[in-house]
């Protein structure tokens, strides 16, 4: 069985806690909108390779006016759907400017854990050894703790604010523990905790979404933790495991090594495309000059 982009999830967390409205309710597309001061932010992420099937309700789907700004995300990588978005004014999106990332890597979790470990590259198995005898435990229940989601929301936006990365919010947090779809886990070093990684579970897929780490580790914690949030995946019955998306598949990209290392399939997440309207390329120009 060929893994499906957890984005197509009718519950994806975009449209579920994120504040954007699914405008399309189809099993191969998924339309997200967000407004914000008159303006209407649009995520295409479609699986749909025709043209001729998208034509009919473009207008629909992108809005047609000067205050819409579209992403659409091609899973297929379609050359004809490639074109046919360039017609209409697309450009390509790079790694710095897309909305999704190229690929990810997927686990495939009705393997035993056996097979599961064969799969793993050697440093990454050493690692896991090597925390179990430094003593690192895991907490696969964290969720249930206030006090260690807290932690783990100020840890996270600690690490936001030196990285400029957008901060995570402990509203959202709770809101998608609660409603079943999250789950945090977090390692413990003579009682403290110290590194923490959050799901988003939809579709038999858990996505490992956001993690965060007090300080860099080097007992193998980290490697230790995502093969226990592994573990607890599988005996949940979910199907997968996506490793939140790469950015590259460079040797010399260390997050890419990082989970490349635990024996997950690269899954090529297509192209990406994006067009402004007028109005919106007024108010980020006149944004930038502010912020200038």
């Not at 004014?89 to 999704?100: E, H, I, K, N």
């Not at 997968?240 to 997950?264: E, H, L, N, V, Y």
Request: glycine share 8%.
């Amino acid at each position: 069985m060929t893994y499906r982009s957890i984005f197509m999830a009718p519950d994806w967390m975009h449209a579920r806690y994120l504040g954007w409205q699914d405008d399309w309710p189809d099993a191969q597309m998924r339309v997200l909108t967000q407004r914000r001061a008159g303006l209407r932010r649009s995520l295409v992420v479609s699986e749909i390779d025709d043209p001729a099937a998208v034509a009919p309700h473009w207008r629909r789907i992108t809005g047609g006016t000067p205050f819409d700004e579209v992403c659409f995300h091609d899973l297929t990588g379609s050359p004809a759907m490639a074109n046919w978005l360039r017609g209409r004014g697309f450009v390509p999106l790079d790694a710095r400017t897309r909305m999704l990332n190229v690929a990810t890597l997927a686990i495939d979790l009705t393997q035993d854990e056996d097979a599961l470990l064969a799969r793993m590259a050697a440093n990454t198995r050493r690692n896991i050894k090597r925390a179990r005898a430094a003593g690192v435990v895991i907490r696969a229940d964290a969720h249930h703790d206030d006090a260690l989601i807290a932690r783990f929301v100020a840890t996270f936006n600690a690490m936001a604010a030196e990285r400029e990365l957008q901060p995570v919010s402990p509203v959202t947090v709770r809101a998608m523990i609660a409603g079943g779809h999250s789950r945090l886990f977090a390692t413990f070093v003579d009682g403290e905790s110290g590194s923490f990684l959050l799901s988003y579970e939809a579709a038999g897929t858990a996505l490992l979404a956001t993690s965060a780490a007090a300080a860099r580790e080097r007992d193998g914690g980290g490697h230790l933790l995502h093969w226990e949030a592994l573990r607890a995946f599988r005996a949940s019955g979910l199907r997968w495991c996506d490793m939140a998306g790469i950015a590259s598949t460079d040797a010399s990209d260390g997050i890419f090594q990082f989970k490349r290392g635990f024996g997950g399939d690269i899954v090529d997440l297509g192209r990406e495309y994006g067009r402004s309207g007028i109005a919106v390329r007024a108010v980020r120009a006149l944004r930038d000059r502010w912020r200038g």
